[in-house]
């Protein structure tokens, strides 16, 4: 706490850095790429696996869980997806260690080799495929509509807090259906919940489109995606839903009998989104003095500080604090009465700034006389003397309040950094000088959207789902085009 | 549903088997030793999850999560720990495939060779430790109240679906303090937790008490558990809550300077319970017409199935029905109406009791004209025919009754075959004719508790907490004893 942060416009990337560190969301662990998801930290993805497990059941999902180590020849089955996934995968080799013949420790045991090697997972579509193929025989058997929450393993070679790691958790829903409009459906459906969950809890807006051929998932025919846009301009991909056509099911052989007694392939979708949120939602919102979370997620909603000068007027705070705290506590606010002895009053400010806890209460002497306590607003540092008649009311409402607001102003952010060129020249000077989302025309070829890459980092985000058909050329290629696509920068 | 169970007389082991698989609870996955958990087990894993989550949250304590790899130094870095671990781990020791150049498939890339092994964590007292170190510095920082919900890999030789399983789920508590005396009582305090949760959400009745030093958990100065007896009369260890006294902090040095300014070693315990809880929830009170579960862990509480021989008897019944479940939904009751035209109520009836469903009800054409509804309790297999006035009230009721009759039964049936014996030879013959827990004495020497060991296959389940001081003589040496200890064999 005696250092300030760093400043985004400073440093945006150590700004992120320190305020992960400092906020006590995570750290780096002592394995290279693998974090530390610390109690706060944790709390925050708690409060988002809970709303997201309400949304899935709520659409008929189920949890189940799949094993965490993936047989190599199963990776192998479906050929892009090995493509996709070979070059950065955990391998278990052995399964026992001795002790070192040297009397250093210990080491791996060369008889306890493993006939077949097994692959940390990095996402289970193939183990859980291989399952489906004995669960699913007839149509009765389909929609199998599944999701997992588990931890898995890319073995990334530059990593980030949250954003890039090599252990990740996440969930992943697969699902299994009789045609391929359901799992198109099904795979549409979920993009809507992870949107919905985005901009409802969140308060995160997103773009909701399809991955271009280069982007897709390895594996699927066609990928949708959530994108929101970060503070510094750079687009961040917030979840994605994949129709998997009959690429899996024909790798691991998985027919079922149609009503008319026809043996078909099953069809697929998978989907997921991760830790990698709690990136997205500390880099779309938070300032230089901190996190700015919105209530929603907030582990502490409400904070409330005294402010004393003796053991007795403390005791005569206390005992109005009580009461606003059962009073909120009655409307599922949750609140936190900080009268620790050993840190002064601005200090617990700044402590609760950076914590991002969305409304802070101060109660000290005056307030006791006038029946009225010190409401500040973490979103936009505001503050204002409330009477403590109504107070638990006008908390719920300001909770909601700040909620609608943090989103509003991400979405006036977004609105502000998405600009619509219509030349290459344009194109490279919006993405140097103001970065954010850029629509522009592009032929549809994937040559042209390397070259693009290549030449400015940009990538293709999405297609949006809503563009509109017009008529245009490609800004690199000059080709006809008949809508605009969403480039950026992207983490 | 075609083939009936084998009966417990017949085959228990069989029996447990075959109940999992045909109940829908899991099955074995193509990585040996791994299992996959189905919808409907892991449905009973989540409300278990959830009912300890809150009592953890209750006691104090925060989630957090910490890598799944462990670099193989840290392993090694508490003699006993390592010693005990060390010969059943998965071990990393590659990052990367590639293409074979043979042509067939992808191989491990030799050139990714992992400069240390990471081990996949068999439990995290190591990493954990490691990471106190860096949050621990003065006793302000004390105690640290941390749990963590992952997956753990136990290179076990010979596995059964839930009961020993290479991959299993679990949740393990690590807490740092500043005296023995409080990490003494943490340790008591959540070995009260799990009783609590094994008696009143389970219906378990269990033995608290401490395990002897050949029992104790590799590094663990104690180890106190949970011992719930299964209807094959053998025990099973049910949870294990750990004093580690100061051997973790002395492996990772972690001191913290106390309030006169002297540095000393933190004082540490860890607990954990694992799916192995969903065995013992299935051998303890299940029977041969499929799963018997309790009411608070069940994840359909009531299912409703229509008799009917119309399409206009089914909609008269649905309309009656769908007022039930209303009613009962608001009491919080989940219920399920099964009205699936292709399978017989027969079919049905089975499948539920298979399934363990505590409460069925029926509706036919003659309770519909007769205002009444046939209520069938799982667990006794008993039915009657109630009023339809009032119903939700007598269903809840009679969850609740039920959950304790379960727990009344099994209470019933640990005490049937609890046995007190004087001499080895009345020793022997409980343990081959009627099995169960014995209470005997015991000299307190590993050598004896060894060669019975050898002799019988019973192993000290634990030294019972309630144990009451008498002088005895050990049943195998002769030697004088203080108290009784439960002897049995063991899952």
New interface residues.
């Given amino acids: 706490m005696s250092k300030a942060l760093p400043t985004r416009s400073e440093n945006y990337s150590e700004w992120y850095n320190e305020l992960v560190k400092r906020a006590d969301l995570a750290?780096n662990?002592?394995?290279r790429g693998?974090?530390?998801?610390?109690?706060y930290g944790?709390?925050i993805?708690?409060k988002m696996q809970r709303a997201l497990d309400d949304m899935f059941k709520e659409t008929g999902h189920?949890?189940?869980?799949?094993?965490?180590?993936?047989?190599?020849?199963?990776?192998?089955k479906e050929a892009s997806h090995?493509e996709g996934f070979?070059?950065?995968?955990?391998?278990?080799?052995?399964?026992?260690?001795?002790?070192d013949p040297n009397g250093k420790?210990?080491v791996?045991d060369p008889e306890a080799k493993l006939e077949e090697?097994?692959?940390?997972r990095p996402t289970s579509e193939t183990?859980i495929w291989?399952?489906y193929k004995?669960w699913i025989q007839s149509y009765?058997d389909l929609p199998l509509l599944?999701n997992q929450w588990?931890?898995v393993?890319r073995?990334e070679m530059r990593t980030r807090l949250f954003l890039r790691t090599a252990?990740f958790?996440w969930q992943e829903g697969h699902t299994a259906h009789s045609t391929a409009a359901e799992a198109i459906a099904e795979t549409k459906q979920m993009l809507e919940v992870y949107a919905t969950f985005a901009e409802e809890w969140m308060a995160l807006p997103v773009v909701k489109g399809v991955k271009t051929a280069n982007e897709r998932f390895a594996g699927a025919e066609d990928t949708y995606c959530i994108e929101a846009l970060m503070q510094d301009g750079k687009a961040l991909q917030a979840g994605t839903s994949h129709f998997l056509g009959q690429n899996f099911a024909t790798a691991f052989d998985v027919k079922f009998q149609d009503k008319e007694g026809k043996l078909e392939y099953v069809w697929g979708t998978s989907w997921g989104v991760s830790t990698r949120l709690m990136g997205a939602l500390i880099m779309a919102h938070s300032d230089d003095s901190g996190l700015v979370l919105p209530p929603k997620l907030a582990p502490i909603q409400v904070v409330i500080v005294p402010i004393y000068k003796n053991e007795e007027q403390l005791a005569a705070i206390t005992e109005k604090v009580d009461e606003i705290i059962k009073q909120l506590k009655k409307l599922g606010i949750s609140v936190k009465y900080d009268n620790n002895d050993?840190f002064k009053p601005g200090y617990k400010f700044a402590e609760y700034e950076l914590k991002g806890v969305p409304v802070r209460l101060a109660m000290g002497a005056r307030d006791l006389e006038n029946g009225t306590v010190e409401v500040a607003r973490r979103d936009t540092k505001t503050k204002e003397t409330v009477p403590l008649e109504g107070i638990a009311g006008f908390i719920s409402e300001l909770l909601d309040n700040i909620q609608e607001s943090i989103y509003n102003k991400a979405l006036a952010f977004r609105e502000e950094n998405t600009t619509t060129v219509n030349t290459f020249e344009e194109f490279n000077q919006v993405l140097d000088n103001k970065g954010g989302f850029i629509l522009a025309h592009w032929d549809g070829t994937s040559e042209t959207e390397e070259k693009i890459k290549e030449e400015t980092k940009a990538t293709i985000r999405c297609v949006p789902l809503n563009a509109t058909e017009e008529s245009g050329v490609c800004i690199y290629s000059g080709k006809p085009s008949t809508k605009r696509v969403v480039f950026a920068r992207a983490y």
């Fill in positions: 750290e662990s002592a394995v693998c974090m530390v998801i610390k109690p944790y709390s993805w708690e189920q949890n189940a869980y799949f094993p965490l180590f993936i047989p190599k020849s199963y990776l192998s090995v070979a070059k950065e995968c955990a391998v278990v080799t052995h399964y026992r260690l001795k002790n420790g210990v791996v090697e097994l692959i940390v183990v291989s399952t004995n009765r599944i588990a931890n393993v073995w252990e958790l050993a």
